[in-house]
């Protein structure tokens, strides 16, 4: 029996018993099996979630480009690796091959190299979903630099943070990008975050939209010429197994972002072999993802575990929506996709539309649908699998955080058994616990709690960037001795798991994680404001969208409340990016406090859902009656 290809529901359980009984083994095994290591590791597993401190085949040595593209290129160097669909539909697509990513990876590792960038270094990429996103990610593996990949919808001041939290002297970016029918000025948001940071040296601009731009002398260039003079082919940089690989940013309770630090050996081994298995992956199969690679689902989904099985993965630029509903379909139909990945808001937002738009495009190619990112409801999950599954094609409704590297929690097509809104039984390695508010484990099925993981697995970040100690409080202080999720979830009869939401201060608005902190400070930056609390209540598309209490001060009282609003959410487009803007805003003349000082959240989130038949307990809330007023004037 195979590990490593999981074909039907008895072999899932055999193995996962086995990789529960014998986590070492199981994932030695595999790793030995499919993956090419210079040198082998000393231990597969060291940990001690305490520290915490957790290594993965601790002592081997590798590349992980070697195995996403070298080791390719003798059995399928023509197949195509990244099949890239432009914004525009009328633009070609193109098929770039396993060997000619393997050489345009090399030129441009050579050209980072020819900047002075090194095994270590960090390189923040603030690209759009161009070739040269996936190219540069891979080139900074190829030379042992970490990636930082920032989403380029995200504004300048985020940008600056994120650059100098982890001191990059080097980013990558294109003159502009394309979103539907709008072209974006990237290099102006990189030009006016640079500002804030000092300490970076060298800015290598892709050509993208063409529209004009700065180059400032000495610092920025354009990277073709670069590229065609570099060499074509670089030697890896042999990497131990616990080095960094990258850094990438999430929202937590506090203004600053997290930089969860994802190492390399067990990075890849999960990945890869999260990809084979719940997407069925086939050698003759085109899978398509339609993240962005600024999040982690992009990474792990759509570079890594896709090439590291010599796939075909399908990089989209668009959007959705342009040239117009079926846009999605079309792609599927024209390039043959068999593995169809998304997020619940954009399946929301299509079922809205006329079905003509999906039914005017041969979806037959298709054998797997996935979601990701946020809970899925009901109506959306059988409309994704009535109209555009047929009924015929298996849902994987995947969980996973940016800081789990994978996915942990999914059904296996053809295998588990789906049931709508459950993301159901754990990938193989992954122990799941429910917990109470008292920190004991809730045994059983047919129970509810907080979520977290007892035992380790490879692709778990391994610290946060200069902060260990956050790192610690955030994940492992909650509950002793345990990976702690942030999300509420519950287990049916069955042993199913479904995903509740997040217990914590973080908001899944789209899809995108958002911490009430940071939007918060960004509001309370404005003149006129003294104080505000943001919470999320139920939006039909958007899972969740952010309602804004606000305090004004004295001074601001006086002013015009649209105005106001329409300041307040520059300012969040400033700090944080678009995403983030607020739906609603109440300016209220206080907030419901506990005697110790504390925004009682929960009320203000009954409020904001139209949910106020029961407060629930508010004996230790101090202003009774600014709760009343607050109800009264809500929106
Ligand atoms: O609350 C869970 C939700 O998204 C959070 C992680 O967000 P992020 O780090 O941005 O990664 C998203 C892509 C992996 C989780 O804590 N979430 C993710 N997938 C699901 C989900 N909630 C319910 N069902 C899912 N399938």
Same mark, same amino acid.
């Given at each position: 029996?195979?590990?490593? %290809?999981?074909? %039907?529901?008895?072999?899932?359980?055999?193995?996962?018993?086995?990789?529960?009984?014998?986590?070492?083994?199981?994932?030695?095994?595999?790793?030995?099996?499919?993956?090419?290591?210079?040198?082998?590791?000393?231990?597969?597993?060291?940990?001690?979630?305490?520290?915490?401190?957790?290594?993965?085949?601790?002592?081997?040595?590798?590349?992980?480009?070697?195995?996403?593209?070298?080791?390719?290129?003798?059995?399928?160097?023509?197949?195509?690796?990244?099949?890239?669909?432009?914004?525009?539909?009328?633009?070609?697509?193109?098929?770039?091959?396993?060997?000619?990513?393997?050489? +345009?990876?090399?030129?441009?590792?050579?050209?980072?190299?020819?900047?002075?960038?090194? +095994?270590?270094?960090?390189?923040?990429?603030?690209?759009?979903?161009?070739?040269?996103?996936?190219?540069?990610?891979?080139?900074?593996?190829?030379?042992?630099?970490?990636?930082?990949?920032?989403?380029?919808?995200?504004?300048?001041?985020?940008?600056?943070?994120?650059?100098?939290?982890?001191?990059?002297?080097?980013?990558?970016?294109?003159?502009?990008?394309?979103?539907?029918?709008?072209?974006?000025?990237?290099?102006?948001?990189?030009?006016?975050?640079?500002?804030?940071?000092?300490?970076?040296?060298?800015?290598?601009?892709?050509?993208?939209?063409?529209?004009?731009?700065?180059?400032?002398?000495?610092?920025?260039?354009?990277?073709?010429?670069?590229?065609?003079?570099?060499?074509?082919?670089?030697?890896?940089?042999?990497?131990?197994?616990?080095?960094?690989?990258?850094?990438?940013?999430?929202?937590?309770?506090?203004?600053?972002?997290?930089?969860?630090?994802?190492?390399?050996?067990?990075?890849?081994?999960?990945?890869?072999?999260?990809?084979?298995?719940?997407?069925?992956?086939?050698?003759?199969?085109?899978?398509?993802?339609?993240?962005?690679?600024?999040?982690?689902?992009?990474?792990?989904?759509?570079?890594?575990?896709?090439?590291?099985?010599?796939?075909?993965?399908?990089?989209?630029?668009?959007?959705?929506?342009?040239?117009?509903?079926?846009?999605?379909?079309?792609?599927?139909?024209?390039?043959?996709?068999?593995?169809?990945?998304?997020?619940?808001?954009?399946?929301?937002?299509?079922?809205?539309?006329?079905?003509?738009?999906?039914?005017?495009?041969?979806?037959?190619?298709?054998?797997?649908?996935?979601?990701?990112?946020?809970?899925?409801?009901?109506?959306?999950?059988?409309?994704?699998?009535? %109209?555009?599954?047929?009924?015929?094609?298996?849902?994987?409704?995947?969980?996973?955080?940016?800081?789990?590297?994978?996915?942990?929690?999914?059904?296996?097509?053809?295998?588990?058994?789906?049931?709508?809104?459950?993301?159901?039984?754990?990938?193989?390695?992954?122990?799941?616990?429910?917990?109470?508010?008292?920190?004991?484990?809730?045994?059983?099925?047919?129970?509810?709690?907080?979520?977290?993981?007892?035992?380790?697995?490879?692709?778990?970040?391994?610290?946060?960037?200069?902060?260990?100690?956050?790192?610690?409080?955030?994940?492992?202080?909650?509950?002793?001795?345990?990976?702690?999720?942030?999300?509420?979830?519950?287990?049916?009869?069955?042993?199913?798991?479904?995903?509740?939401?997040?217990?914590?201060?973080?908001?899944?608005?789209?899809?995108?994680?958002?911490?009430?902190?940071?939007?918060?400070?960004?509001?309370?930056?404005?003149?006129?404001?003294?104080?505000?609390?943001?919470?999320?209540?139920?939006?039909?598309?958007?899972?969740?969208?952010?309602?804004?209490?606000?305090?004004?001060?004295?001074?601001?009282?006086? +002013?015009?409340?649209?105005?106001?609003?329409?300041?307040?959410?520059?300012?969040?487009?400033?700090?944080?990016?678009?995403?983030?803007?607020?739906?609603?805003?109440?300016?209220?003349?206080?907030?419901?406090?506990?005697?110790?000082?504390?925004?009682?959240? +929960?009320?203000?989130?009954?409020?904001?859902?139209?949910?106020?038949?029961?407060?629930?307990?508010?004996?230790?809330?101090?202003?009774?009656?600014?709760?009343?007023?607050?109800?009264?004037?809500?929106?």
């Amino acid at each position: 029996m195979s590990n490593y %290809h999981i074909k %039907h529901l008895e072999e899932y359980f055999q193995v996962y018993r086995k990789s529960v009984r014998n986590p070492e083994g199981f994932w030695e095994e595999v790793a030995e099996e499919h993956f090419l290591w210079r040198k082998k590791w000393n231990s597969v597993l060291e940990w001690d979630f305490t520290k915490p401190e957790i290594k993965w085949f601790d002592g081997a040595q590798l590349n992980i480009t070697e195995n996403c593209l070298d080791r390719h290129l003798n059995i399928r160097g023509d197949k195509t690796a990244i099949l890239f669909e432009p914004n525009d539909p009328n633009d070609p697509a193109e098929h770039i091959t396993y060997r000619q990513l393997h050489e +345009r990876v090399c030129r441009y590792a050579n050209v980072l190299k020819d900047q002075g960038v090194g +095994r270590g270094d960090r390189v923040v990429i603030y690209l759009p979903m161009i070739p040269d996103l996936a190219i540069s990610v891979l080139a900074c593996a190829r030379i042992g630099a970490i990636h930082s990949v920032v989403f380029a919808g995200f504004s300048s001041t985020a940008l600056a943070t994120r650059i100098n939290d982890c001191g990059a002297k080097m980013v990558l970016t294109s003159d502009g990008s394309y979103r539907g029918s709008k072209a974006i000025d990237l290099k102006g948001i990189v030009d006016e975050a640079l500002k804030q940071c000092p300490d970076v040296k060298s800015v290598l601009v892709t050509k993208r939209t063409g529209s004009e731009i700065n180059m400032k002398e000495g610092r920025d260039q354009w990277v073709q010429p670069l590229l065609d003079k570099a060499y074509a082919d670089c030697s890896p940089e042999i990497m131990n197994s616990e080095d960094p690989l990258f850094i990438l940013y999430t929202s937590g309770s506090t203004g600053r972002p997290k930089g969860m630090v994802h190492t390399t050996g067990g990075y890849m081994v999960y990945t890869a072999y999260t990809f084979k298995n719940v997407f069925q992956y086939k050698e003759e199969d085109i899978y398509w993802c339609t993240a962005d690679i600024g999040w982690i689902t992009g990474h792990s989904y759509i570079v890594y575990g896709p090439l590291a099985n010599g796939a075909t993965t399908v990089m989209f630029e668009g959007v959705p929506s342009y040239p117009d509903f079926g846009r999605f379909w079309e792609v599927v139909q024209k390039h043959k996709v068999t593995q169809f990945y998304t997020a619940p808001t954009a399946i929301r937002a299509l079922a809205k539309e006329n079905l003509d738009f999906v039914t005017k495009y041969d979806l037959s190619s298709l054998k797997v649908l996935g979601t990701v990112g946020e809970p899925i409801n009901e109506e959306a999950w059988h409309w994704y699998n009535d %109209h555009v599954g047929d009924k015929k094609c298996p849902i994987v409704d995947t969980w996973w955080q940016t800081e789990t590297g994978g996915i942990l929690i999914s059904p296996i097509p053809y295998s588990t058994p789906t049931k709508p809104t459950y993301a159901t039984l754990p990938m193989p390695g992954i122990q799941p616990a429910l917990m109470d508010e008292n920190g004991k484990e809730i045994k059983g099925n047919q129970v509810d709690g907080r979520l977290c993981i007892k035992f380790p697995w490879p692709s778990i970040a391994r610290t946060i960037w200069g902060d260990h100690a956050r790192y610690k409080d955030t994940y492992f202080s909650a509950f002793e001795g345990k990976y702690f999720t942030g999300d509420g979830a519950l287990r049916d009869e069955v042993g199913y798991y479904r995903i509740t939401g997040r217990v914590d201060d973080v908001i899944i608005v789209s899809g995108h994680n958002l911490g009430t902190a940071p939007i918060e400070d960004a509001i309370n930056e404005h003149p006129a404001v003294a104080e505000s609390a943001i919470v999320g209540f139920p939006h039909d598309i958007k899972g969740n969208a952010l309602y804004g209490y606000i305090i004004l001060k004295e001074t601001g009282e006086t +002013r015009n409340r649209e105005n106001l609003a329409k300041e307040i959410n520059q300012l969040i487009t400033e700090h944080i990016g678009p995403i983030a803007k607020l739906d609603k805003i109440q300016f209220v003349p206080g907030l419901p406090k506990t005697r110790s000082g504390k925004i009682m959240r +929960r009320i203000l989130r009954k409020i904001a859902s139209k949910d106020t038949s029961n407060l629930g307990d508010t004996s230790t809330l101090l202003n009774p009656e600014v709760v009343e007023q607050i109800m009264k004037e809500s929106l």
